[in-house]
């Protein structure tokens, strides 16, 4: 696929052992069939199943398949994260119609949409395909249509927002390579980078021998469930500056961890409790912890387990709503 966050999005999806990526996908049979499944079951989301099976298909080699799933996709009109326009006209210029793969592009441009993953999925195409200039013109657009305050905001409130980061740092990465100096949105990018990988959990030594360890290292994410955040928050209300509302939090999580499967990293999830972090902090509860104070914290509670994940897709969510992962944390709409 000409699209990079679709393939990373497939990537993601959980084996039956827990692991993730190409090398630990059952069939692309069995994988196909859950798809379609999912596509009946939730007619609400079935043109994004349509267009995650389409994906599938192309990787099968069956063109004419992938192709009659995209179109119906599309002629569906529901929702897909990145627009299934995005994903068809990569898959056009893949399948040797770059005629036909600017028109897709063009009409969609044209349509105005209004959600940040469309502009990075475009925008990637377009940057595969070394067209970097016109991958910058929709970056760009991305920024600037859907989020107007972008120059008001702290490094703290990117670092938060997913489509923000993806689509400055997508935005940032073309420049250099087109040989532009470096602007204030570019040190804004950097800046938030910094702050989202210092929410990052220390890595962690996986279970198994001395080849496991070197090849596959582990990060813990520290997650807060909503009767613990809201006790956190309340205790240090300073805190919720730096986590948001829950929901942001919970993105978070899933965010990094998502974003350290795609780096070949495992990871695992350690939940917290207000009253252990005051006891951990002894004396020093009244001021409210930082993050560095919080990442060992997390560090101190490995010894009472961790929630592996990604969790099966039809298991329970790692976030404990009760809802199946796939429907929950787990959904590809879930970090739109």
Not at 106 to 126: I, N
Not at 131 to 156: K, N, V, Y
Not at 158 to 167: E, K, P, T
Request: charged content about 25%; hydrophobic content about 35%; some cysteine.
């Amino acid at each position: 696929m000409a699209c990079p966050a679709l393939d990373r999005a497939l990537d993601e999806l959980p084996s039956p052992h827990g692991c993730s990526g190409p090398q630990s996908r059952p069939s692309r049979r069995v994988r196909l069939g859950e798809f379609e499944e999912w596509a009946r079951e939730e007619p609400a989301e079935r043109a994004q199943a349509l267009t995650e099976a389409a994906a599938q298909w192309t990787r099968a080699g069956d063109h004419q398949r992938a192709e009659e799933l995209f179109r119906t996709a599309i002629a569906d009109g529901g929702p897909v994260v990145g627009d299934a326009r995005s994903y068809y006209s990569g898959f056009l210029f893949d399948t040797g119609r770059p005629e036909q793969g600017r028109t897709v592009l063009d009409e969609l441009w044209r349509s105005q949409p209004t959600e940040p993953a469309t502009f990075c999925c475009a925008g990637e195409v377009c940057e595969v395909r070394g067209d970097r200039e016109a991958a910058l013109r929709w970056f760009t657009a991305g920024l600037t249509r859907c989020f107007e305050d972008i120059d008001r905001l702290a490094s703290a409130d990117v670092a938060r927002n997913h489509n923000l980061c993806m689509l400055l740092g997508a935005r940032g990465r073309v420049r250099a390579a087109l040989g532009q100096p470096p602007d204030d949105w570019d040190r804004l990018a950097e800046t938030a980078r910094a702050g989202w990988t210092s929410l990052l959990d220390r890595p962690l030594t996986p279970r198994g021998g001395a080849l496991d360890r070197i090849q596959r290292p582990q990060v813990v994410a520290l997650y807060w469930p909503p009767s613990e955040f809201a006790a956190l928050t309340a205790r240090w209300p300073a805190l919720a500056a730096d986590y948001g509302e829950h929901i942001d939090h919970r993105r978070s999580v899933e965010t990094q961890l998502r974003e350290h499967a795609r780096l070949g990293t495992s990871g695992a999830v350690t939940v917290g409790s207000c009253r252990d972090l005051v006891a951990f902090l002894g004396a020093r509860s009244a001021e409210p912890p930082d993050a560095a104070t919080r990442l060992k914290y997390a560090a101190s509670t490995r010894a009472s387990g961790d929630v592996s994940w990604p969790p099966e897709r039809n298991q329970p969510c790692w976030c404990s709503s009760g809802r199946k992962y796939k429907r929950c944390c787990g959904s590809p709409t879930f970090l739109s």
